[in-house]
């Protein structure tokens, strides 16, 4: 075969093609012999996965017997790359949509495969491909991604496998089922995954029901992962998640660094009166000292308060790595008292992002509630300043560090407006605080 197709390039060893089906055959004169990357980009308007394209993709690992990284993009329904990966055997990383049965369990007996990311089929995948990954499968594998378009499909390829991966992304699109059904499917991904490998963990969920919402009990599976190191929840419809929930979780995950709970919306505190409080959002900062970034829905109402608390909050502690903060839809009615609250219990603390205008600007209060958060993130920065600033004279003066900062006249905190605070915002709107 490489003698009817001699490479232009024999050199080659990294071949990205991404051009219209009709010339789609001249891919043969640059595959090579010495090709270890392969990125077959067969998307677009124009392209056509007929017979002459299935023919040509299945001729490929003859000319290229030793390829490694084989990815293969087709955003049609017709067509896929499961006959030409049957046939290479010393893969590292594979990337694919539609994916066969038989495909499936060749990728699972290679001693090499390390990365795997793959779309499947409508129809769950037979019993008997079940059984057949029931025995040791994919025991190199490092990094999976799984989408489907059903929690059944998901539920069938995670029911017999026993996986140890690092990093696990799975996305289910356009479910019809309940979102009900998600923490039993959950709970298989979490029985098919060692314990102790998991560290990066991506679940994204998008149902044609977005009227019911995500239950607490649904992230509860997630504890058994007790090195979690990442974990990224995204989806289109309200998650409820409570404090005793992100307590049991932040237990459970002493090594956490970044948390992300992503509702298209979030729910408000003021309906859902049981979310996170700041009392749930120091926990979690107290058993994850690794935190550098979280994402979450806070009821900030017991900490709400105009002006600056002469209390020291929690005894002094302070978080030593939280730099990043989403709070996603959380309405506040004062900056300050939010904003000297998160530069004392997270100094390092370097952006707040609250009411992004990616899932929020269509809201009629979109305006409102921004605005009182970018003031929030630049005082946040002004207050940490101003306390580096004091412990620094402090040390120079001979004062114990702990002795600065922990004060305030209480006649001028009493008597003081938020507005005497000068806002950081561009916007006029934002200079003195609303009182709601």
Known sequence: MSSLFPSLTPNLRSLTWDVPSGI?????????????????????YEFKFGPSVQSILSCIPMLCPSLSH?????????????????RWSHLISARTEMISDAAILHLSNLPSLRELHIELHHIPIAADTQKLLQRPAFCALQELGVTCESLATSDAFFETLSIAPKILSFRIDEAEESPCALTASISRISNACAHSALEHL??????????????????????????????????????????????????????????????????????????????????????????????????????????????????????????????NSSIIHHITGIAAFLSFIAPKLEKVVVWGADYHFDHPDFKKHSTKWNDVHHLVKAFSIVREQGRYMALNAGVAVGDVGGSVDKSREDSASDGEYPSSSDQASSEFEEEE
């Open 24 to 44: 789609y055959s001249y891919i043969r004169w640059f595959v090579t012999q010495n090709l270890t990357t392969l990125n077959i980009h067969a998307g677009g």
């Open 70 to 86: 084989f990815h293969f993009y087709n955003h049609k329904e017709s067509g896929d790359a499961s006959i030409a990966l049957q």
């Open 202 to 327: 991506q679940i994204l969920v998008f149902f044609v029901d977005t009227v019911t919402p995500i239950s607490a009990a649904t992230f509860q599976p997630l504890c058994a992962f007790h090195n979690l190191r990442k974990l990224d929840f995204q989806s289109d419809y309200d998650a409820h998640l409570d404090h005793v929930t992100l307590l049991q979780m932040a237990k459970a995950w002493p090594l956490l660094e970044e948390l992300a709970i992503h509702g298209q919306h979030n729910s408000l505190w003021g309906d859902y009166p049981r979310l996170i409080t700041p009392d749930g959002f120091v926990s979690l900062l107290k058993h994850c000292p690794r935190l550098i970034s979280v994402a979450i829905v806070i009821n900030w109402s017991a900490v709400d308060r105009r002006g600056i608390s002469p209390e020291i909050p929690y005894q002094g502690f302070a978080h030593g790595a939280l730099s990043y903060a989403d709070f």
